[in-house]
């Protein structure tokens, strides 16, 4: 999969669970239109790598995030206006960039 598709789908993603309208984890991943599998290790990638706080409940039956959380998904240019440059790290360690609280994916 390429990059661009990859996060709009990390963002769809998260724009689902934000509004806590996801449905069990077959329900949501038939709207993104991918398998539970890839579903659950996109969500197991947001834990992770984002530190996003997400859970299901199963009396509301969706996921949800359990504190605040924001995503934003940034250009390299940016990133440029928010802390000054951000030099050669590699594309790693771009995508586990955090500022303020917020999880950043920052694209090149």
């Known amino acids: ?20 309208s996801t449905g069990s984890a077959l329900d949501f991943a038939k709207k993104l239109g991918i398998s539970r599998s890839v579903l659950m290790e996109h969500i197991r ?36 206006k928010i ?4 030099g050669n790290m590699d594309f790693e360690s771009l995508l586990r960039l955090k500022l303020q609280g917020e999880a950043y994916l920052p694209v090149k």
């Open 83 to 86: 802390r000054g440059g951000i």
């Open 45 to 80: 990638e947001m834990r992770e790598e984002l530190n996003a706080p997400i859970s299901f409940s199963r009396l509301r039956e969706t996921f949800y995030y359990e504190k605040p959380f924001t995503l934003k998904i940034m250009i390299n240019s940016d990133l440029k």
């Open 1 to 20: 999969m390429g990059l661009l598709k990859y996060l709009d789908r990390i963002e769809r993603i998260h724009k689902l669970i934000e509004k806590e």
